[in-house]
């Protein structure tokens, strides 16, 4: 056991809580600091007025990622989840059937016979070729650490070549090659959204994430809701008597030119370890704290940043028994909409936003015969849209397109309401410009050309998490801890 090695974990996002046990079940002695009140990052819990509501991420998919976790760190999986099938569902403006996505292709292309006969024959298709994609890179280019950027193209010049052409198309040029009807191109292209940027400016190399909904894995509800990942980490941690200290933020650094001597909190506490791990943003902290020259204000500015989230978190003195549990709504003006979402506030009236219904079988979420609603809908980041002093009127317009929909105004049922806007997620959460998951996955913004997870200039400084490798999402961040602790553990085993 490496008992006499000390690690200090700045963050506890769900990359900062999976590294420390990581690391804790090693023998390595971990302490870790948390900006906020509570661990977590984004994916956080709000209570308020006897309501329970998930703040960020409502579902997951790789559930493997977190098995193989549990057996790395010799523990059981501290938290059930549930499959969801279907996935999610999805309602049209300009059509009221809702369609739901089976993961059974039979099933799911019945849905489209009158719009696209042969939609089984052309998904099976689509899905595998998505399927080849993530077979063919994972592995190799997602799951591994690269010590320099020739190292990471020859990883690449061993992907199967037949993969080149999707690097020069986006991820809805991909999609409309495989389908005809707007409806399947919409449907099929919305997990694009899930990593920050929309289908028509996220490349078509992510279309793999489709063979990971629809036959991979499939996604995931956390019963009791997504918190209970985070409080069955925080528990496992205390039984490795990991410390957590909370509301201590780091706003400084000490070295010897070669290493970090200690980090510095608001207070003016130093905090010292052998090695630091950290879990903020990958990019704002080389930004904000470290001052690197690459990572300037101005050069940050002129970095792709994924969207901005509006989220809001309702409460209603009723029950919705005809709303499902994950539910996507778009407009008429889908392509229009989802061209313009990042820079054009104009377009917000008539938005894509997803509902998901935390209550439906998680009755302790919300009080008896009321119903825990969280709205998710994409924007400007602060980049494009600085002024959000007009968010309870977007609110109010999404929550009357919503009551429309679903043939019940809810405006009146209303007994719990928090907005998020983008300045809330930078604030909260030291996100760049508030966009909602770090840096974009754009082709200069990923694997080798990401920001390391080892820092440029203090070799006893690590990242983990979003905006470094190998990029945004839960899964993402359990790999991310992975490749944090083989990081360290080579360091210090030196």
């Given at each position: 056991m490496n008992n006499d090695k000390s690690v200090l974990v700045?963050?506890?996002?769900?990359?900062?809580?999976?590294?420390?046990?990581?690391?804790?079940?090693?023998g390595y002695k971990v302490e870790m600091l948390e900006k906020n009140a509570q661990a977590g990052g984004r994916l956080n819990q709000l209570k308020k007025d006897g309501f329970t509501f998930d703040i960020g991420p409502s579902f997951f998919s790789m559930s493997y990622e977190f098995e193989e976790f549990a057996k790395d760190c010799n523990i059981k999986l501290p938290f059930k989840y549930i499959e969801l099938d279907p996935l999610y569902s999805v309602n049209f403006s300009d059509n009221p059937k809702t369609c739901h996505l089976y993961k059974d292709i039979s099933r799911l292309a019945e849905q489209f016979k009158d719009v696209e006969p042969d939609f089984e024959v052309k998904m099976r298709k689509y899905l595998d070729k998505s399927g080849a994609l993530f077979n063919d890179t994972v592995d190799l280019v997602v799951k591994n650490n690269f010590d320099s950027l020739f190292d990471y193209i020859l990883t690449l010049m061993r992907v199967n070549p037949v993969h080149i052409p999707v690097l020069f198309k986006s991820f809805f040029k991909q999609v409309e090659e495989h389908f005809d009807s707007k409806e399947a191109q919409q449907i099929v292209s919305l997990v694009a959204f899930f990593l920050g940027r929309t289908p028509f400016?996220?490349?078509?190399?992510?279309?793999?994430?489709?063979?990971?909904?629809?036959?991979?894995?499939?996604?995931?509800?956390?019963?009791?809701g997504m918190y209970k990942i985070v409080e069955g980490f925080v528990d496992e941690l205390a039984k490795a008597n990991v410390k957590i200290h909370?509301?201590?933020?780091?706003?400084?650094?000490?070295?010897?030119?070669k290493k970090i001597e200690s980090v510095v909190d608001s207070n003016g506490k130093k905090w010292s370890a052998d090695t630091i791990?950290?879990?903020?943003?990958?990019?704002?902290?080389?930004?904000?704290?470290?001052?690197?020259?690459?990572?300037?204000?101005?050069?940050?500015?002129?970095?792709s940043w994924t969207m901005g989230?509006?989220?809001?978190?309702?409460?209603?003195?009723?029950?919705?028994?005809?709303?499902?549990?994950?539910?996507?709504?778009?407009?008429?003006?889908?392509?229009?909409?989802?061209?313009?979402?990042?820079?054009?506030a104009d377009t917000l009236q008539k938005p894509y936003y997803y509902v998901n219904v935390l209550s439906k079988y998680n009755s302790d979420c919300a009080p008896e015969g009321c119903e825990s609603l969280f709205f998710v809908c994409p924007v400007p980041n602060l980049l494009n849209k600085a002024d959000w002093s007009?968010?309870?009127?977007?609110?109010?317009?999404?929550?009357?397109?919503?009551?429309?929909?679903?043939?019940?105004?809810?405006?009146?049922?209303?007994?719990?309401?928090?907005?998020?806007?983008?300045i809330e997620w930078q604030e909260q959460f030291n996100l760049h410009r508030g966009s909602g998951l770090g840096l974009s996955h754009t082709f200069t913004q990923i694997g080798a050309m990401?920001?390391?997870?080892?820092?440029?200039?203090?070799?006893?400084?690590f990242y983990v998490g979003a905006s470094t490798i190998p990029g945004a999402g839960l899964p993402m961040a359990m790999i991310s801890s992975k490749l944090a602790f083989e990081r360290i553990e080579k360091y210090l085993e030196k």
């Open positions: 700045v963050g506890a996002g769900l990359g900062g809580l999976a590294t420390a046990l990581r690391l804790a079940s090693k400016d996220t490349m078509a190399i992510y279309t793999l994430l489709s063979y990971t909904e629809f036959q991979h894995d499939g996604y995931y509800n956390v019963e009791g909370y509301n201590t933020e780091i706003v400084d650094y000490t070295s010897n030119g791990l950290i879990n903020a943003d990958a990019a704002v902290f080389r930004s904000t704290v470290m001052k690197h020259k690459n990572y300037t204000v101005e050069k940050m500015d002129k970095k989230y509006l989220t809001f978190y309702i409460g209603l003195k009723c029950k919705l028994p005809q709303v499902n549990h994950h539910n996507y709504y778009l407009g008429s003006n889908f392509k229009e909409y989802a061209d313009n979402v990042l820079r054009d007009d968010k309870d009127e977007i609110v109010d317009s999404i929550i009357a397109d919503f009551s429309n929909r679903i043939g019940k105004d809810i405006a009146s049922e209303i007994v719990s309401r928090t907005i998020y806007t983008p990401r920001p390391a997870n080892v820092d440029e200039k203090f070799k006893n400084l």
